[in-house]
């Protein structure tokens, strides 16, 4: 069973700080992982995605990944209060790009 | 949502009644799934379409089956729901890049 373990939270940070999550799999033949973002009570959505070893920025958001280390983060710069939610953390699996395995989950809490 | 639509958002339905839930896509994607979310486990592919009529198992598929008739529309069908089949279920779709985006939602309650 191909697993994705992510830290349940919850992670409090205080506004205009830098928020870190970090997520590790288990399958060494993933080639490709996300991050989204979901509010409570809706659904999920992709805020990142990575395929290569190193760092890609989209604006506040920054993804790494480590294959070597089977390990993949996010940072979100400047938290926000609205940057609070959930971030699922998934990885392909099964030996095919289309279907992901996704981790439970850490709840992110940006106090003002 | 990127032009995905699930019916019903919400159903109360009684143990032992027949459920189907729709997804539709207006984006053309070759590939749809359906998931259901539960506290404590996450999301968990329930099954998943790689094409018109081709549907596959994933790994907490007993108790459904699903249908693609049409590149738009992938059903998914509880043919007897039981209390454990209370979750919300999402749809989602992806296309070449396996960037999957969701829809919705729909929260189903088996009494």
Redo the contacts between chains.
Sequence with gaps: ?KEVEQNSGPLSVPEGAIASLNCTYSDRGSQ?F?WYRQYSG?????IM?IYSNGDKEDGRFTAQLNKASQYVSLLIRDSQPSDSATY?C?V?SGGS?????????TLLTVNP | DAGITQSPRHKVTETGTPVTLRCHQTENHRYMYWYRQDPGHGLRLIHYSYGVKDTDKGEVSDGYSVSRSKTEDFLLTLESATSSQTSVYFCAISDFSYEQYFGPGTRLTVT
Aim: net charge positive; charged share 20%; no cysteine.
């Design positions: 069973q490709s996300f809706k659904s999920p959505e992709l995605s699922l998934a392909n790009n289309y279907k992901l395995t996704f981790g439970k989950g």
